[in-house]
T-cell receptor, first 114, second 114 residues
Framework: NAGVTQTPKFQVLKTGQSMTLQCAQDMNHEYMSWYRQDPGMGLRLIHYSVGAGITDQGEVPNGYNVSRSTTEDFPLRLLSAAPSQTSVYFC?????????????FGPGTRLTVL | AQSVAQPEDQVNVAEGNPLTVKCTYS??????LFWYVQYPNRGLQFLLKYITGDNLVKGSYGFEAEFNKSQTSFHLKKPSALVSDSALYFC????????????FGTGTRLKVLA
């Protein structure tokens, strides 16, 4: 198993550009989520999904869209990038919809918005 | 609302000495508590979790954590620190009455000095 994979590893955007951060897992996990990591802020939940076709907002959803058309993929879309979205983005997944489940994290995408 | 606090931005400890990384939480129902570790330029890795039962939880790499309900704490401990333990440590909580959202603390950087 490749686990949780994220592409790209690094990305530089200009203000106003759009892009999609890719996340995929090959473990047939039901739960997937996106976080951003900022210095002094820890990890903050952006969006999460409890299965194909089902998504919900986390703490900081503004400026981001998600969809989950398959169990494996959970892309994060930035519609109009802003400097405040400069961050490191992590995708994570969990096997089942159990509150006791641990999460498996991808290696992250470092995004800079100029 | 659920929340997690990690009061120390950084903890320094000499190699071979015991270490403690502090975490306190607030939830409405029963807490499900987790510790994750992040090495430089990597995603987060699961260390251990408390679900129910014994208040002392043992995890990976010789780490353990003590759940204290009266103090609403879940401190991470290790009897003898290694230089290779130097990393960023995150505490996270889920609420048994809540949704599938994880809430992470802001992280504590552990430096083990040779």
């Amino acid at each position: 198993n490749a686990g949780v994979t994220q592409t790209p590893k690094f990305q530089v955007l200009k203000t106003g550009q759009s892009m999609t951060l890719q996340c995929a897992q090959d473990m047939n996990h039901e739960y997937m989520s996106w976080y951003r990591q900022d210095p002094g802020m820890g990890l903050r939940l952006i969006h999460y999904s409890v299965g194909a076709g089902i998504t919900d907002q986390g703490e900081v959803p503004n400026g981001y869209n998600v969809s989950r058309s398959t169990t494996e993929d959970f892309p994060l879309r930035l519609l109009s990038a802003a400097p405040s979205q400069t961050s490191v983005y992590f995708c994570a997944s969990s096997p089942r919809l159990e509150l006791t489940d641990t999460q498996y994290f991808g290696p992250g995408t470092r995004l800079t918005v100029l | 609302a659920q929340s997690v606090a990690q009061p120390e931005d950084q903890v320094n400890v000499a190699e071979g000495n015991p270490l403690t990384v502090k975490c306190t939480y607030s939830v409405s129902g029963n807490p499900y508590l987790f510790w994750y570790v992040q090495y430089p330029n990597r995603g987060l890795q699961f260390l251990l979790k408390y679900i129910t039962g014994d208040n002392l939880v043992k995890g990976s790499y010789g780490f353990e954590a003590e759940f204290n309900k009266s103090q609403t704490s879940f401190h991470l401990k290790k009897p003898s620190a290694l230089v290779s333990d130097s990393a960023l440590y995150f505490c996270a909580v889920r609420d048994s009455r809540g949704t599938y959202k994880y809430i992470f603390g802001t992280g504590t950087r552990l430096k083990v000095l040779a």
